[in-house]
């Protein structure tokens, strides 16, 4: 079992920046890739952002590469997600997510572990 939570949402202006943290505990972390998806109303979850194991590859959706960029530190059990030039089409909400494999979080909304889940709303 991986517990997962997210945090640092928030509302912000456009053109702002927000980091999103996701804390893990449970299971060994650095054995999982790890991702960012989202949520926005009416929409079907999507990927944004997802990182393997070691860090040392990262994938991005289009919508948001070159804003976004995610990280971790296993040391500290987190996932970091940094988000800058934000417009309206960023509001959803943000979940991280655990999985063995990085192509089922880049791929499919069915990773194994979930957080609950984090509001970024993105005024003008």
Known sequence: QVRLAESGG???QVGGSLRLSCAA???TFSNYSMGWLRQAPGKEREFIAAISWNGHDTYYADSVKGRFTISRDNAKNMVYLQMNSLGPEDTAV?????DLSTVVIVTTTRAHFWG???QVTVSS
């Open 10 to 12: 928030g509302l912000v």
């Open 25 to 27: 505990s449970g299971r």
């Open 94 to 98: 943000y979940y991280c997510a655990a």
């Open 116 to 118: 609950q889940g984090t």
